[in-house]
């Protein structure tokens, strides 16, 4: 069973290139385009891991972030916050709201894998999954 990956950004082409990324790295991509519904698809679908832009109309990622991080189902699952705005004050408040790392777009494939990875080692093929 592919480890699930939630891509929340209100960029659809973003979305596009991801799922062909993260799909050829063996990864099941679902995807929200906005904050309320990605708190909703992270407690109802569990993902293992979180991908999330901070700039969307009605709720910004840092917002998404705290409310994932207060809620008992959400609150383990790691997030990279991945962003066009790369200010100090916007990583900081990412690190301090428990975001598990940070990228700035555009970023290289590389990078975002090399953050996948760190954060979610692929189970040994004898391994069981927890389902979520």
């Not at 799922?19 to 385009?33: C, D």
């Not at 990605?38 to 991908?51: G, N």
């Not at 790392?101 to 391994?127: G, M, N, S, V, Y």
Request: hydrophobic share 45%; aromatic share 4%; no cysteine.
């Amino acid at each position: 069973m592919a480890q699930k990956i939630l891509v929340v950004d209100d960029d659809p082409i973003m979305h596009r290139v991801l799922q062909q990324y993260l799909a050829r790295e063996g990864y099941q991509m679902i995807s929200a385009k906005d904050g309320p519904e990605a708190i909703a698809l992270a407690t109802r679908e569990r993902p293992h891991l979180i991908i999330l832009d901070v700039r969307m109309a009605e709720m910004d990622g840092l917002e998404v972030l705290g409310r994932l991080k207060e809620a008992e189902a959400t609150n383990g699952i790691p997030v990279i916050i991945a962003t066009v705005n790369a200010d100090h004050l916007t990583q900081l408040q990412s690190e301090t709201s428990g975001a598990a790392a940070f990228l700035t777009k555009p970023f290289r494939p590389a990078q975002l894998l090399a953050e996948i990875k760190r954060l979610l080692p692929k189970p040994a093929p004898d391994d069981t999954l927890e389902k979520h």
